[in-house]
């Protein structure tokens, strides 16, 4: 898999695999670039559609989509071999952060990382207006003592949790 001297791709008590650090990395370092090909935002509406009804039509199906939103026109399918930062693992607590420069994506740490550590970030998921209750969808699994228990950008937790309350009040 990855010829980084710094990161490794194996087996995740989080999700399947999962990306560790071999060495301790620094505060603010970049630890990866995620890299794939670009694509417009069409062909990532029909990628996110197929995926979507895979789950649907078999909820095991662990299938991801590796998309990132890079700009008003463009995002980038990390769904490529070579992307080893695709297995990056969601945290509600994360180590990790996203930061797009250039229409790339890099991957840096945002506390210093422990060498043996696995690689984290939170993957930024909105709440669909169009389905308030798609987030139950997608459960974390972090065990963080922070975790949400589903994927969900953190500022997305006040409503989740209204929406919850709601529900449970039907």
Not at 35 to 55: V, Y
Not at 70 to 78: K, R, S, T
Not at 156 to 164: A, D, G, H, T, V
């Amino acid at each position: 898999m990855s010829n980084n001297k710094h990161i490794e791709v194996k087996k995740s008590g989080i999700h399947r695999h999962g990306v560790f650090a071999k060495t301790a990395i620094p505060k603010g370092a970049i630890i990866i670039e995620y890299i794939g090909r670009k694509i417009t935002k069409e062909e990532s509406e029909k990628i996110l559609d197929h995926t979507n009804e895979n789950h649907k039509k078999d909820p095991e199906n662990h299938a991801g989509t590796y998309i990132f939103d890079i700009d008003e026109e463009w995002d980038l399918d990390g769904d490529v071999p070579e992307n080893d930062a695709r297995y990056i693992n969601h945290s509600c607590e994360p180590n990790g952060i996203c930061e797009i420069m250039d229409r790339r994506v890099w991957i840096k740490a945002l506390r210093d990382i422990k060498a043996g550590e696995e690689i984290t970030y939170n993957y930024g998921f909105e709440i669909n207006e169009n389905d308030i209750y798609d987030f139950m969808e997608h459960p974390c699994k972090c065990g963080s003592k922070k975790c949400a228990g589903y994927i969900l950008d953190e500022e997305q937790w006040p409503r989740m949790k209204e929406l919850l309350m709601n529900k449970n009040k039907r």
